[in-house]
């Protein structure tokens, strides 16, 4: 099947948010763009780059929900560290994770964590389509498994297979005794 002959504008993410005005502090500080529409319990942002219609939804908001993660993919490390230093400027705190083994990938990345708990990575890919046994970098003992970048593969015991945590949430890993994110 021929995908239609569409031209795609931007991505469009529709969040909800427990405070709007909390959320357009932090989302302005990781876009570095004002809103371009705020409405009661609504705010809109028409992001240039990476061109994104992020729309945030106030309502009541119990738990964080079943979204693992956002993220920006970038052309290089130094871009990602250009990022990083944006937030800090504007007053985020990021988390760091460089030659970092995710996703069946190595990668550099950093992170930002929203008002309600979403986090967003901003990461270049380095080393992509690792062997399946090496798609994380945490084991039981909170090391970073250890990986043969030349022949992608890696050796895991298996204890440390049940352990692992990737590619999902902080709170994912701590119910497996893990404090590190991959």
């Known amino acids: ?9 931007k991505a469009h993410i529709s969040l ?5 005005k909390n959320s357009i502090e932090f989302y302005k500080k990781l876009f570095g763009v004002e809103p371009s529409k705020v409405r009661n319990g609504y705010a809109k942002f028409d ?8 729309a945030l939804n106030q309502i009541a908001v119990k738990e964080r929900g079943a979204l693992s993660h956002l993220g920006i993919q970038v052309a290089t490390t130094e871009d990602v560290m250009a990022v990083r230093e944006q937030w800090i400027k504007f007053g985020l705190t990021p988390r760091d994770e460089m030659q970092t083994n995710c ?3 190595i990668q550099d990345k950093t992170w930002a964590q929203d008002p309600d708990g979403n986090e967003w990575e901003v990461f270049v890919v380095l080393q992509d389509n690792l062997a399946e046994t090496s798609m994380c970098c945490v ?3 909170n090391k970073e498994v250890p990986v043969d970048t030349t022949s992608n593969q890696t050796t895991i015991s298996e204890t ?3 352990a ?7 709170e994912t890993a701590n119910l497996v005794g893990l404090s590190k994110k991959c």
């Open 47 to 54: 992001v240039a780059n990476p061109p994104l219609n992020l």
């Open 139 to 141: 084991t039981d003992e």
């Open 164 to 170: 692992m945590s990737c590619c999902g949430t902080s």
């Open 1 to 9: 099947m021929n995908s239609l002959p569409i031209q795609s504008l």
């Open 103 to 105: 996703c069946y990938a």
């Open 16 to 20: 909800n948010v427990s405070n709007v």
């Open 160 to 162: 440390s297979k049940t």
